[in-house]
């Protein structure tokens, strides 16, 4: 047989005996696909493991973002806090504050005395 | 009847048909899905909007750094940013859905729904915002005027529903009726802008300073104090993120990369803000007494190291209120007066002309040779209460006599001037010391030059009195801080460190300008002077000062710029004869062993009643060093602990069961503890004295029956 010429008899009979084994349902069996099983659920494993890491990573994210609005708030929260109570702490304030609220203590007139052991 | 064999053979062929159908089935599914896969993947082209939606969007983010924060030297926050919002509200939100109902009762269901809502929440907002004028009604006819308005120019669909509010009114605002709706039904939009913060409100303002920035004329942009001259360490740099949006909200894309963000860096301060507050509040309560004052400044700096722990700037503006609007400690040098006559004086000790006993003729207060300049009044008074016609250098320090130091200074350097300016120069009169802080606007220091041809016959003698000269009182304190300091003049530095997350990235130690301006001896003869001076001179008033100061008043004319004098001659004077002053009072403390070394400075208006360094300046003065003394711990009296005290010791005292237990033992505690620990255990306790345990009977550890007694002696 020239290697220009095709046995269109022989295809034809491979395509039948395709179509045949096909509708018989031992295609993948003579095709001996039983062999590379393994590697066929091994990929398919692959491909469940990638697209369900896909989502887990993503729901991951979804928290992280959502816990980073969280801590953006309560940073905020601190920062407006920690503002208002470093005002309060102001010497002429506290003293005004002492005054207004008619207490008898005020600011010391001599400097602490020092315990030692 | 059929045999049992063929009627399992008949079964089997039921079955395999069955399973055959079945796999014909998933066959040609599986070809559809195969086409469909085909098709999707090589024919069909998705609509754009349709597209849109399946690939995920990926946004670049840019992440703004968080501005560092200003500090004092004990980590007290003096700048911070927060942010602060902004609501607007979308008042035709839905509207346009709504009226394209075909269903006239649903549309007009929908429309008072809202509405409903809108009206509960304008009654809700003056409880929250809480602003003046404005109650339900006014929210509520704002609201639904914009959403029936039917004018198309009207401007946007939005009407503002507050400013700056802070993030827990946002809160409260977004658990409001429609409000807590999503944003595409209630039409809230809220605006985040950063804010700085100062929780000092106006303390030393001027020195942590403000930055705006103008992005369509940056010319115009404004960078003042440590804020603006330190932009770039505050401000850090902006991250670049890629984020993907989903079904759920935008996340970070996992796959892309990204710049990080840097923060701005922290920067920690030398000043103490307890010891800026204590100086403000004593310049402020003194000079708002006095209507004649425009303006005045203090610094108080360490006198070992040269940090600036205070710097106060005030001046009066057109609603007599004193504020923080231009660094004069730094930026506004003027002619000191007599408080340059301490640098005369150590310049003379120091090239051994005098001493402080060494006797000057007074000469009834005249200079020989200098006829136009005016006769010395301290020196004539000096004449008549001590009935002599000599005084001492101390005397004529002590008193600020103009008269003996020009005669002094013209007498021992009329030959060679240029020593005794050269000798100035080594003082570092003349340095801006590359301060950490520059005032634009401002000038700087000048020492006259005896090489110029400005120079003068007279420079030398008003050189000697704190005249020909300009100097900030910057450099006058830092002067002062060298004699204070054994003659080592250290560099006035007001930045401590740069910061990050609590950690020092940077730190700035304390710099020597001039390790000896002067000989020991020398500082210590002009701290004994300055010492006379507060004592006995004039800055007498200092004399009860909680602790003692060692310092010099300085009177000052100012001249007065040609378009406030008008036509007068004199540049000192303006027209109606009236005069500017600049006095000063400069001093350190304690005066044996000082701490700080602080100056305050007024300026008047044009007057005609003179302000003197011994009046304002030193009132200021002292009351800063006795505030000051009262608070600082290192001054206080040192008590040491004569008797012993038992130590406590931490230990577990369980309960026990059983009719015998062990005694526990509870020596050394106090009464409530140890009558707790042996009545726990079943015991009776009787005891005697206070205190604490020092004996127990019977001993601890001995087996003992419960109902016994336990006698205790406190000591």
Redesign the interface.
């Known amino acids: 047989m020239g290697l220009g010429k095709i046995d269109w008899k022989a295809a034809g009979k491979s395509v039948i005996e395709f179509i045949r084994s096909?509708?018989r349902?031992d295609l993948l069996l003579r095709m001996r696909v039983d062999k590379l099983f393994p590697y066929i659920l091994y990929t398919f494993a692959l491909a469940w493991a990638s697209i369900w890491l896909s989502y887990k990573?993503?729901k991951t994210?979804?928290k992280?973002?959502d816990n980073k609005k969280k801590i953006e708030?309560l940073k905020?929260?601190h920062?407006?806090k920690?503002?208002?109570l470093?005002?309060l702490?102001?010497?002429?304030k506290v003293e005004a504050l002492l005054v207004e609220m008619g207490s008898d203590v005020k600011?010391?007139?001599?400097?602490?005395?020092?315990?030692?052991? | 009847m059929r045999p049992e064999n063929n009627i399992q053979t008949e079964d089997r062929h039921r079955i395999s048909k069955i399973l055959?159908y079945l796999?014909?089935l998933f066959?040609v599914l599986a070809m559809v899905i195969i086409g469909k896969i085909v098709y999707i993947q090589f024919i069909w082209e998705p609509d754009e909007l349709v597209e849109s939606h399946l690939r995920p969007e990926k946004v670049k983010s840019i992440i703004e750094p968080e501005r560092g924060a200003i500090m004092d030297c004990n980590g007290?926050?003096l700048a911070?940013?927060?942010?602060m919002y902004n609501i607007n509200m979308d008042c035709k939100i839905l509207k346009e859905e709504y009226e394209k109902e075909e269903d006239s009762v649903r549309r007009d269901t929908l429309e008072r729904n809202w509405r409903k809502k809108a009206e509960a929440l304008s009654r809700e907002l003056p409880k929250v915002l809480q602003e003046e004028g404005k109650d339900a009604s006014y929210y509520y006819n704002l609201i639904i005027s914009k959403r029936d308005s039917k004018k198309k120019n009207d401007g946007s669909r939005n009407v503002p529903i507050a400013k700056g509010i802070?993030?827990?009114t946002l809160?409260k605002l977004q658990t409001l009726p429609l409000f807590k709706e999503n944003k595409y039904h209630s039409g809230m939009i809220v605006t985040k802008v950063d804010t700085r913060?100062y929780?000092?409100?106006g303390?030393a303002a001027r020195i942590i300073g403000d930055v705006k920035i103008d992005k369509d004329n940056p010319k115009d942009s404004r960078f003042v104090g440590i804020e603006g001259q330190y932009n770039h360490i505050l401000h850090g740099t902006e991250g670049i993120q890629w984020m993907k949006q989903?079904d759920?909200?935008?996340?970070?894309d996992?796959d892309s990369t990204g710049v990080a963000v840097q923060n701005g860096k922290d920067i920690r301060l030398t000043l103490d803000?307890?010891i800026q507050?204590?100086a403000?509040?004593a310049l402020r309560r003194r000079i708002m007494e006095d209507e004649k004052i425009e303006s005045g400044c203090i610094v108080v700096m360490e006198v070992e190291t040269g940090a600036v722990k205070a710097m106060v700037n005030l001046k009066r503006d057109r609603n007599n209120n004193f504020r923080e609007t231009f660094n004069m400690a730094v930026g506004q040098p003027g002619e000191p007066g007599s408080v340059f006559k301490a640098a005369s004086l150590m310049t003379l000790l120091e090239d051994g002309k005098v001493t402080l006993g060494t006797e000057v003729p007074t000469n009834h207060g005249k200079m020989p040779d200098m006829s136009k300049i005016p006769v010395d009044s301290y020196i004539t008074k000096w004449e008549r209460t001590h009935n002599t016609n000599k005084i001492s250098v101390l005397d004529g320090f002590k008193i600020s006599s103009n008269y003996v130091f020009r005669r002094l200074v013209t007498d021992n350097y009329r030959n060679d001037p240029k020593q005794f300016i050269d000798r100035l120069y080594s003082y570092k009169l003349n340095d801006a010391y590359a301060f950490d802080l520059e005032e634009k606007g401002g000038t700087k220091s000048k020492l006259p030059d005896p090489d110029s041809k400005h120079w003068s016959a007279t420079d030398l003698a008003s050189t000697a009195i704190g005249y020909s000269v300009m100097e900030t009182p910057l450099n006058i304190v830092t002067f002062y801080n060298a004699i204070a300091n054994d003659g080592k003049m250290m560099k006035p530095y007001i930045i401590s460190s740069h910061e990050q997350d609590g950690k020092t990235c940077k730190e700035f130690k304390p710099e020597i300008l001039n390790g000896a301006i002067c000989s020991k001896a020398t500082a210590d003869t002009l701290t004994r002077a300055l010492k006379m001076v507060t004592l006995e001179g004039t800055a007498a008033k200092l004399k009860n000062a909680?602790c003692e100061v060692a310092g010099k008043t300085g009177t000052a004319r100012i001249v007065i710029p040609k378009e406030i004098r008008g036509n007068s001659s004199d540049p000192y004077k303006d027209e109606l004869g009236r005069m500017q002053y600049q006095a000063t009072f400069v001093g350190f403390f304690p005066a044996d062993e000082p701490k700080y070394t602080a100056i305050v400075t007024v300026y008047t208006y044009p007057t005609s009643v003179p302000v003197y360094g011994s009046s304002t300046p030193a009132m200021t003065f002292k009351e800063i060093v006795d505030?000051l003394?009262?608070?600082?711990?290192?001054?206080?009296?040192?008590?040491?602990?004569r008797a012993g005290v038992p130590e406590m010791r931490a230990q577990y005292i369980g309960t026990r069961q059983g009719s015998v237990t062990p005694v526990p033992d509870v020596n050394g505690m106090g009464l409530k503890d140890a009558l707790y620990a042996i009545e726990n255990n079943g015991y009776r306790c009787s005891y005697e004295g206070v205190g604490h345990v020092v004996s127990q009977s019977p001993a601890a550890g001995t087996e003992h029956k419960k109902g016994q007694t336990v006698r205790l002696v406190l000591r």
């Open positions: 096909l509708a349902g990573v993503e994210m979804l992280v973002e708030d905020i929260d920062a407006k920690t503002y208002e470093v005002g702490n102001r010497i002429s600011a010391p007139e001599k400097p602490a005395d020092i315990l030692k052991k | 055959w796999y014909c066959l007290k926050l911070l940013s927060t942010p802070d993030h827990q809160k913060q929780p000092y409100e303390l989903t759920k909200g935008r996340i970070l996992p803000i307890d507050d204590i403000d509040r909680k505030d003394w009262a608070l600082d711990t290192d001054w206080g009296k040192e008590y040491t602990a």
